[in-house]
């Protein structure tokens, strides 16, 4: 599946550049030039954009929810290059849309549902019971609100200020409802980029006190992705703050960087998310989500908590657990398999981990692999590191080399150096 995707994406490109290069040739063959370099780049990411989009679509793979989301985040995409293309593309503004100045105000939309796709695209990434439901059109009313505010701001600009406009764009600020748009856009970025961020966090927090293995399904480069969003949005917030105190020069400069960096981020975006999203992942519930979180939370408030209060007997379960049947060797151990082995609920086996020992149920677990591991490489000399990893339960060689280092402040090759005999 990876590679039917990376062969799309491969022949994508060859086609978009090479009818790219063929623009810009003819471009310049005549005695005025269309199209500048900086117009180019516009239109690889209204290009690229909805090739991808395409892709993204038409590629059969999982995670069908995902996938419509970025698509239509990449069409929203698509529509920003164009709208800044055909506003700030001089000849082409002059050829075509030389007096289609409503045009330049159909497609501002777009920005306003970005946001919103970006964070349903998270969730529907690290929540395998992801579905829409009628709230999620909430995040949408924006949208449906948009074609008043499009009204009223062409009323209150007035013929004469949208004329001068498409040759000044500061005319347009002369409306308290375009700015109030603009404004809009940069509100809904910031908080659906924060809302995303924090998901990020819960499902982090969810997957250390559930798992004892969490880099095969850690989604850092959704972060990532979010974060680089968010530079986005600076860069489109300086720019619009330049041309409402006339620093025209200013905001030229801010506006054509974002742009550059939009095509290296649409790039990036869709290359490995295609990737990623061909990949298996570890999926947390919702609900499950939900619920675990606020258990750890009750865990740490004094008061009440509706877990029952666990004693000494579920302790010596979960110590006996780790020290005479080793279930911490199991590769793919999880809280729920572990409380079910000893017959313990399973939220009290995380209160019990939690309170006792301090711990998270990842930090637990792969505290024992790491005195195995220690053990093994003190009597076991002639194991290679690999087979020291796999003999300790451990999954990944990084995880593997962070948390020993860690715990005893030696990578386990100096340990061993240290510590081991000669092998016999």
């Given at each position: 599946?990876?590679?039917?995707?990376?062969?799309?994406?491969?022949?994508?490109?060859?086609?978009?550049?090479?009818?790219?290069?063929?623009?810009?040739?003819?471009?310049f063959?005549?005695?005025?030039a269309?199209?500048?370099?900086?117009?180019?780049?516009?239109?690889l990411?209204?290009?690229?954009?909805?090739?991808f989009?395409?892709?993204?679509?038409?590629v059969?793979?999982?995670?069908?929810?995902s996938?419509?989301?970025l698509?239509?985040?990449?069409l929203?995409?698509?529509?920003?290059?164009?709208?800044?293309?055909?506003?700030?593309c001089?000849?082409?503004?002059?050829?075509?849309?030389?007096?289609?100045?409503?045009?330049?105000?159909?497609?501002?939309?777009?920005?306003?549902?970005?946001?919103?796709?970006?964070?349903?695209?998270?969730?529907?990434?690290?929540?395998?019971?992801?579905?829409?439901?009628?709230?999620?059109?909430?995040?949408?009313?924006?949208?449906?609100l948009?074609?008043?505010?499009?009204?009223?701001?062409?009323?209150?600009?007035?013929?004469?200020d949208?004329?001068?406009?498409?040759?000044e764009?500061?005319?347009?600020?002369?409306?308290g409802?375009?700015?109030?748009?603009?404004?809009?856009?940069?509100?809904?970025?910031?908080?659906?980029s924060?809302?995303?961020?924090?998901?990020?966090v819960?499902?982090?927090k969810?997957?250390?006190?559930r798992?004892s293995?969490?880099?095969s399904i850690?989604?850092?480069?959704i972060?990532?992705?979010?974060?680089?969003?968010?530079?986005?949005?600076?860069?489109?917030?300086?720019?619009?703050?330049?041309?409402?105190?006339?620093?025209?020069e200013?905001?030229?400069?801010?506006?054509?960087s974002?742009?550059?960096?939009?095509?290296i981020?649409?790039n990036?975006?869709?290359?490995?998310?295609?990737?990623?999203?061909?990949q298996?992942?570890?999926?947390?519930?919702?609900?499950?989500?939900?619920?675990?979180l606020?258990?750890?939370?009750?865990?740490?408030?004094?008061?009440?908590?509706?877990?029952?209060?666990?004693?000494?007997?579920?302790v010596?379960?979960?110590?006996q657990?780790?020290?005479?049947h080793?279930?911490?060797?199991?590769?793919?151990?999880?809280?729920?398999?572990?409380?079910?082995?000893?017959?313990?609920?399973?939220?009290?086996?995380?209160?019990?981990?939690?309170?006792?020992?301090?711990q998270?149920?990842?930090?637990?677990?792969?505290?024992?692999?790491?005195e195995?591991?220690?053990?093994?490489?003190?009597k076991?000399?002639?194991?290679?590191?690999?087979?020291?990893?796999?003999?300790?339960?451990f999954?990944?060689?990084?995880?593997?080399?962070?948390?020993?280092?860690?715990?005893?402040g030696?990578?386990?090759?100096?340990?061993r150096l240290?510590?081991?005999?000669?092998?016999?």
């Amino acid at each position: 599946m990876q590679f039917v995707a990376r062969f799309y994406i491969n022949r994508f490109f060859y086609i978009l550049h090479v009818t790219i290069f063929y623009l810009l040739v003819i471009s310049f063959m005549f005695d005025q030039a269309y199209f500048n370099f900086h117009d180019i780049v516009l239109i690889l990411i209204f290009v690229e954009s909805v090739l991808f989009s395409l892709i993204l679509i038409s590629v059969h793979m999982d995670k069908l929810h995902s996938r419509v989301f970025l698509s239509l985040f990449l069409l929203t995409k698509a529509l920003v290059a164009f709208d800044a293309l055909i506003y700030w593309c001089i000849p082409l503004k002059s050829v075509l849309f030389s007096d289609q100045y409503r045009l330049f105000f159909v497609f501002k939309f777009a920005l306003l549902i970005q946001g919103p796709l970006l964070f349903l695209y998270v969730k529907s990434l690290i929540y395998s019971d992801f579905k829409l439901v009628k709230k999620d059109i909430f995040h949408f009313v924006p949208l449906l609100l948009f074609p008043i505010l499009y009204g009223l701001i062409i009323n209150d600009i007035g013929p004469d200020d949208l004329y001068a406009g498409i040759d000044e764009y500061n005319f347009y600020f002369s409306s308290g409802y375009f700015r109030f748009l603009l404004n809009a856009q940069s509100v809904s970025i910031l908080l659906y980029s924060i809302m995303s961020l924090y998901i990020l966090v819960q499902y982090r927090k969810n997957i250390t006190a559930r798992f004892s293995e969490v880099d095969s399904i850690s989604l850092a480069w959704i972060a990532l992705l979010v974060i680089a969003y968010l530079v986005l949005w600076g860069f489109e917030l300086s720019a619009q703050i330049a041309h409402q105190f006339d620093l025209g020069e200013l905001a030229a400069f801010v506006g054509l960087s974002k742009n550059y960096v939009e095509l290296i981020f649409i790039n990036l975006l869709v290359v490995y998310a295609v990737v990623k999203v061909a990949q298996p992942t570890a999926f947390i519930n919702e609900q499950d989500s939900e619920n675990l979180l606020d258990n750890l939370q009750q865990n740490k408030e004094d008061g009440v908590s509706c877990i029952p209060d666990f004693n000494q007997q579920d302790v010596d379960k979960v110590v006996q657990s780790m020290v005479e049947h080793e279930y911490f060797l199991e590769h793919d151990i999880n809280i729920e398999k572990l409380a079910d082995k000893i017959g313990v609920n399973t939220r009290i086996v995380s209160k019990v981990i939690n309170q006792s020992f301090n711990q998270n149920f990842f930090e637990f677990i792969n505290g024992y692999r790491v005195e195995k591991a220690k053990f093994l490489l003190e009597k076991s000399v002639c194991l290679s590191m690999l087979e020291i990893m796999d003999l300790s339960g451990f999954n990944s060689k990084s995880t593997f080399n962070r948390l020993f280092k860690k715990q005893t402040g030696l990578t386990p090759s100096q340990y061993r150096l240290e510590k081991s005999l000669p092998c016999e």
